[in-house]
């Protein structure tokens, strides 16, 4: 993408060579020091050395994450190599962790997430999308690569990424205050205030305030661009439509024109209370609130230009959620007792420019004169309108969760840990897509000028009872045994698709009487398409014209609902024969529960497993100055699921063939001289499909039916993860007169990757390319202030984060989702 691509390639190779050489070497002559930075996790539900624990775990720390700035999820997420993500814009982002992806899964009817993200005791994944919690005065973040199913549950399935927060502390006041301001090139100016305040009540109770305000700065174009529609259709021989001239609808964007329109403001705060109630038991109840509100979109449009791309209706999207939560810890007897307790109410609301579909099938319909001619895009005189669209979209997340485990002593040589769980999630999703001024009779039922619309009520229930065994064989072995019984439970139902005009054809604007309302259940259990006459039943989701997604039981309408119930297990075998080296193998299940499609016409998605076996080593070395942690695996993914935009654009979900997914990881800190730290991070996955992936299901996948193809063949990489991820810190501090200066570098690659697992689809949007990019900052410590200049992504790469499009026929307009420009700027702290 750049001339200076394969330089810095070779740069980032031979520095971390001379890093790690240097650094070994180093810390062998260095004299003894212990870490100061000890990281304790609590990744197994009890309180331990990272070091101690037998999982693949990576651990920012506080120290760490407020070195390196961190402020969300593409902040740290860079600094985990095992860790992918496909997203579209802040707040719509899909999670993927060792290369278990099969692409697509953030749709809100489509499948439940793969990696779990926790926010202190409480899950907060939700359908389509991570929270985006921001990162300020937060205790660390662990990341879990590998099946998480027995202690974490259904959406653990490839990892677990837990978010701990700082609790209120009665032993003393205490208050920080942070600023920044920053600029971005080619973009404009941002900045954020974060506060925190720790304020005692007594000596066995505290509150804790957190807050933070932040305005990102915007650096994509919206240039100026018109689009000419099919208007005069052309005829064969026999006087039938064969094709159209390009003559119709003309259309320019010049109302939207603007620069830097992809601005993003983010606001909110914490609380929480605890209170110790006697030596025994604490209850720490919490409340969360966040908004995030960006205008524009975060994608650039290759066909356009470098960070240019060109809308024709706003876009916008608000992202607001508030969670409640309460944790409960105590003691019977020697036994520890922990209820956590959460309800999450997450709300989005969102406008799309839809104006790529309506070109795309003004185009794919061309041989039937486009759609002026086609798809009767009219208004009440029967005049062609403009086919252009645009989407107002609504998603209403409500999450309940509540575990309740009880935990014997950590120090007998027998322990377990055990546990009840429940969790119920619902979204009521809404898709507007709106025509102005197209006919009454055209549109939706009682719903003038859309064109489609979806209004449904998702269900996922979760119940879980799960239990985990230690016991240590000899002082140096110890073998652990875990299982998790689940019960799932999801249902959906309500409305999606066109109108039906009562006085017969054209029906609706696409001519079709298949869907929409044609599909409606009358009184009598019959569809409308086969009951003309019929009374048709009352919509069962508010807002829907009636209802099309449900099954007709008893004379009334029920939810379409998919159920199992199954059992998924741990076996994990420790050796540590001294205090410094750890090593473990693990033999583990996670699982991922299955759904329904909300084209009713399509079965239900099943279950799908991921089995993993993986041996890993822990260990410190030269007298603490070194640590090194390396996990290799190996993870057979059956029958696993991925979605897709099928026939209309519309979001299917099916069960695949198997996928076999082998890597390695590693992670290593050196402190070869007093005041230098040098920390690398690095991941290589091979992540195949073991059978042929059909275009139509077939369990043989020999894809020989009639009609049926091959998508991608046995052995075609799995998409989004690429082949190798690392990154690097170097950081140096000494002191300079009343006190501490420090430089610090971050280095951070990526390896390129597919962008969908079929292959033609894939071919169509192109590799997102692999990318290197390099931060630098010089700050000054002293007393209770602090000072950083900063430069970001330095040499202003072009990292590609995804690439898309916005409909199964726009492949030929993709969007290029980038990081942000190079980035200068100043931050000032102070604690009081």
């Not at 926010?119 to 205790?139: F, R, S």
Request: charged content about 20%; aromatic content about 10%.
């Amino acid at each position: 993408m750049r001339v200076h691509d394969s330089r810095r390639a070779l740069l980032l190779i031979s520095l971390s060579s001379t890093i790690l050489s240097s650094g070994a070497a180093l810390a062998q002559q260095a004299p003894k020091t212990d870490y100061d930075d000890e990281i304790v996790v609590t990744a197994q539900k009890r309180e331990e050395n990272l070091q101690d624990v037998p999982i693949s775990i990576q651990a920012l720390g506080t120290k760490k994450l407020d070195q390196l700035n961190v402020a969300n999820f593409q902040d740290f997420s860079k600094l985990l190599p095992s860790v992918s993500f496909q997203s579209s814009q802040p707040g719509v982002t899909t999670v993927y962790m060792r290369g278990v992806a099969s692409g697509g899964d953030g749709n809100h009817s489509g499948s439940l997430p793969s990696v779990g993200v926790y926010l202190d005791e409480q899950p907060v994944t939700t359908i389509g999308g991570t929270l985006d919690v921001h990162i300020y005065d937060i205790a660390r973040i662990e990341s879990l690569a590998g099946p998480q199913g027995t202690l974490y549950g259904a959406s653990s399935q490839a990892g677990t990424i837990r978010i701990i927060t700082n609790k209120p502390d009665p032993s003393g006041f205490e208050g920080r205050v942070d600023g920044e301001i920053n600029s971005i090139k080619h973009g404009g100016m941002g900045g954020r205030l974060e506060g925190m305040l720790n304020a005692p009540i007594s000596e066995m109770a505290a509150v804790r305030f957190v807050g933070w305000y932040q305005k990102d700065a915007g650096y994509i174009d919206n240039v100026p661009g018109t689009r000419t529609f099919c208007g005069t259709p052309t005829r064969d021989g026999n006087g039938d439509i064969d094709g159209c001239i390009k003559d119709g609808v003309s259309v320019t964007n010049a109302a939207f024109v603007e620069k830097n329109f992809n601005d993003a403001e983010i606001y909110g705060g914490r609380a929480a209370l605890k209170v110790d109630l006697d030596d025994n038991w604490t209850i720490t109840p919490t409340l969360l609130f966040q908004k995030q509100k960006s205008h524009g979109t975060f994608a650039q449009d290759p066909l356009v230009g470098d960070l240019q791309t060109q809308r024709f209706y706003p876009d916008m999207r608000s992202d607001k959620f508030i969670q409640a939560a309460l944790t409960i810890e105590g003691k019977i007897g020697n036994f520890d007792i922990t209820y956590a307790g959460a309800y999450l109410d997450r709300k989005a609301y969102q406008i799309n420019d839809y104006t790529d579909y309506a070109e795309a099938y003004d185009t794919l319909y061309e041989a039937q004169g486009g759609l002026a001619n086609y798809f009767y895009i009219q208004d009440n005189a029967g005049n062609t309108i403009d086919p252009r669209q645009y989407i107002i979209g609504t998603d209403h997340f409500r999450k309940m969760s509540q575990e309740l485990r009880i935990a014997s002593p950590q120090d007998e040589r027998f322990r377990v840990v055990a546990g009840l769980f429940y969790q119920r999630q619902s979204n009521h999703i809404h898709q507007d897509y709106l025509i102005p001024g197209l006919a009454d009779n055209l549109s939706v039922n009682g719903h003038p000028g859309t064109l489609w619309l979806t209004e449904q009520k998702r269900v996922d229930r979760d119940y879980a009872a799960f239990g985990e065994a230690s016991f240590d064989i000899t002082p140096t072995i110890t073998l652990t045994g875990g299982g998790r019984y689940y019960k799932y439970d999801n249902s959906l139902i309500g409305f999606f698709g066109f109108g039906r005009d009562p006085n017969g054809p054209p029906y609706n604007a696409a001519g079709s009487s298949r869907t929409g309302v044609a599909g409606c259940y009358t009184t009598t259990g019959e569809i409308l398409r086969d009951n003309p006459g019929g009374t048709l039943l009352p919509a069962t989701v508010e807002g829907g014209p009636c209802t099309n997604l449900a099954d007709f039981v008893g004379g009334k309408l029920v939810p379409k609902r998919t159920k199992d119930s199954g059992f998924t297990h741990r076996l994990n075998l420790t050796w540590k024969p001294s205090e410094d080296i750890l090593a473990y193998a693990t033999w583990s299940r996670g699982f991922r529960p299955g759904g329904i499609n909300r084209r009713g016409t399509i079965p239900p998605y099943a279950a799908d497993f991921l089995t993993n076996y993986e041996l890993g080593l822990k260990t410190t070395l030269a007298d603490g100055r070194v640590r090194l942690n390396a996990a290799i695996y190996l993870q057979d993914w059956k029958r696993f699921q991925f979605s897709f935009l099928g026939e209309n654009s519309f979001t299917e979900i099916h069960n695949g063939p198997n996928a076999r997914i082998k890597g390695i990881e590693a992670d290593i800190n050196i402190r070869p001289v007093e005041g230098l730290t040098i920390a690398a991070a690095a991941s290589y996955t091979d992540a195949k499909t073991r059978n042929n992936l059909c275009e139509i299901d077939d369990p043989t996948y020999q894809c020989t039916d009639p009609g049926n193809s091959i998508a991608a063949e046995k052995g075609t990489r799995l998409p989004v993860t690429p082949k190798f991820n690392g990154n690097a810190t170097l950081r140096y501090q000494f002191p300079v007169g009343p006190g501490e200066m420090h430089f610090q570098s971050v280095i951070a690659h990526r390896g390129s990757a597919t962008p969908d697992i079929r292959v033609p689809t894939a071919d169509a949007l192109g590799r997102i390319r692999g990318s290197t990019t390099v931060d630098f900052a010089l700050g000054f410590d002293w007393s209770n202030y602090s000072f950083e200049l900063f430069l970001q992504n330095a040499f202003d790469e072009r990292a590609e984060l995804s690439r898309f499009s916005n409909c199964g026929q726009c492949d030929g307009r993709v969007q290029i989702l980038v990081n942000q420009p190079q980035t200068i700027g100043a931050r000032l702290g102070a604690k009081f």
